[in-house]
């Protein structure tokens, strides 16, 4: 971050100096700077401004003093959350409400920066096409993003404060389940670039219907820079859309031969994909899933509209990975697991599956599905859907996780799948080691469900389980 001054922040933040009321003065030097901005009291740095953030867990407020002993030159707080005097003669900004006024700092600290800003959204895709538009930008120059899926009112800010003179870009991931978070994620970070992967049926509950998806993700483009770009999926329908009815410039991506960079000559390639990019760059991806080929040509499509030669980008990607817990194989005793937990919607686990049908073993497929949560009254539908997938593409196994999932193993059943193959689970602790017992050498288990529903933690199982199998020779 580069240092801004307080007089910078009081103005950003609109907030208020706390007076001293031994003296009745202001309790600080007013010449202070800042040098970075922290929001957990472990990692503070010499010279951080520490905002006091309530979250689910912890507050806080409860450890401004960690802060400053850490080296924090102060602490924004919220009104109403009594100061101790411990508190004397440091910097303490008392605001409305801390995670808004993180927000006002980051947005007046972003219209400070000359980077360019590439703001992603999506139904799905985000975070591997974050990763793939910073891998192909880094060949350019030097570029921020988040390390982890850091998409929200803390996550947009925090990644802005890392952006220096020295970064030619930043890229920003914006991910909502309501109404009016895009617009306010886009109002902070003003994206030159703004990207949309996809739009489909997800999070329901709060955005009501896929119209509703489609225009909460259109939000991004409320506050994109005078003469920014749009880029979007040309071969998902919604998003033509959005295309549309947006007056500036655009640049899209896909399979389809419409598209401004277009993917044809598509053929698997060990566990990825090759493929040839407007007809004269060929591009390997060594990562499985067939729906990262869109993703890889977003981040062509985003150095695109940045002005790029993207042909200079053919091998970029042979030194690629996936982000943790996206299609992620490890192998745990006799079987292989793919790690496919870190979320899931509709058209997220109808991926997940095509990738597990089309995979080549000696033993069988095994599915075990989490709930797909935030689906609102279209939820039982979209779980019933997903199981009648589940038994057309053959899978062998198919274990649920949860009521909602639960539907899954119905619909599987009644469109073929034998009930001695499905088992049903009302929560992940409930799998056995008689269950994980079932499975046979070469087995490949797929696992995937909502973040909420922590499928990850069945791996733990395996592990343990299988652990317990390995004999111990003295």
């Known amino acids: 971050m580069e240092v801004i001054s307080l007089e910078e922040i009081l103005k950003a933040v609109g907030g208020q100096l706390i007076l001293d009321t031994k ?8 010449n202070v700077n800042i040098a970075g901005v922290s929001i957990d009291s472990r990692t503070v740095k010499k010279g951080d401004l520490f ?3 309530k979250g689910e867990h912890f507050d806080g407020h409860q450890f401004i003093i960690q802060a400053i002993s850490a080296g924090a030159v102060g602490a924004v707080v919220s009104k109403g959350v009594k ?5 004397k003669n440091r910097l303490i900004i008392q605001v409305a409400d801390t995670i808004t006024e993180l927000g006002n700092l980051a947005r007046y600290y972003r219209q400070k920066l000359n980077s360019k800003i590439i703001g992603i959204t999506g139904s799905n ?16 120059g030097s570029v921020i993003r988040p390390q982890k899926s850091f998409n929200n009112f803390i996550g947009v800010p925090l990644t802005i404060f890392e952006i220096e ?4 870009y930043g890229v920003l991931e914006m991910g909502t389940n309501a109404a009016g978070e895009i617009r306010r994620l886009s109002e902070i970070g003003a994206p030159d670039v703004a990207v949309i992967t996809n739009i489909s049926k997800t999070h329901l509950e709060g955005l009501g219907s896929i119209e509703g998806v489609a225009l909460a993700k259109a939000e991004i483009l409320d506050y994109l820079r005078n003469g920014g770009m749009f880029v979007y999926n040309f071969d998902n329908t919604w998003c033509v859309k959005v295309a549309s009815e947006f007056k500036g410039k655009t640049v899209s991506f896909g399979l389809s031969p419409s598209a401004d960079i277009r993917g044809t000559n598509v053929r698997k390639k060990d566990s990825g994909y090759v493929f040839t990019i407007n007809g004269n760059i060929e591009v390997y991806i060594p990562i499985p899933g067939y729906h990262n080929i869109n993703n890889c040509l977003a981040s062509f499509a985003v150095c695109h509209a940045l002005g790029h030669n993207i042909n200079t980008l053919k091998d970029a990607f042979s030194s690629f990975k996936l982000p943790s817990m996206r299609i992620e194989q490890q192998h745990i005793g006799n079987i292989t697991v793919i790690n496919d937990a870190y979320n899931a919607n509709p058209e997220s686990v109808r991926a997940a599956l095509q990738y597990l049908s089309e995979i080549n073993t000696l033993g069988r497929k095994v599915f075990i599905c989490g709930d797909m949560l ?4 279209e939820s039982p539908q979209l779980h019933r859907e997903i199981g009648e997938i589940a038994a057309r593409l053959n899978i062998d196994l198919l274990w649920t996780v949860g009521d909602r999932a639960a539907e899954v193993a119905k619909a599987a059943k009644s469109s073929g799948m034998p009930e001695r193959c499905i088992n049903s689970f009302k929560d992940a602790a409930d799998i056995s080691d008689n269950e994980i017992n079932e499975l046979k050498e070469n087995d490949v288990v797929l696992i ?3 973040r909420g529903m922590h ?14 199998r390995v004999p111990v020779y003295n």
């Open 448 to 450: 995937k469900g909502s």
């Open 125 to 140: 895709g985000k975070t591997t096409t974050k990763e793939m538009t910073y891998h192909l930008l880094s060949r350019f």
């Open 51 to 53: 905002f006091a953030i």
């Open 23 to 30: 003296y009745n003065q202001v309790s600080t030097d007013r």
């Open 455 to 468: 499928m990850e933690n069945i791996i733990k199982k395996f592990s343990g389980f299988f652990m317990k």
């Open 165 to 168: 003179k020295k970064h030619l």
């Open 374 to 377: 935030e689906l609102g009254e």
């Open 83 to 87: 100061i101790d005097l411990e508190h």
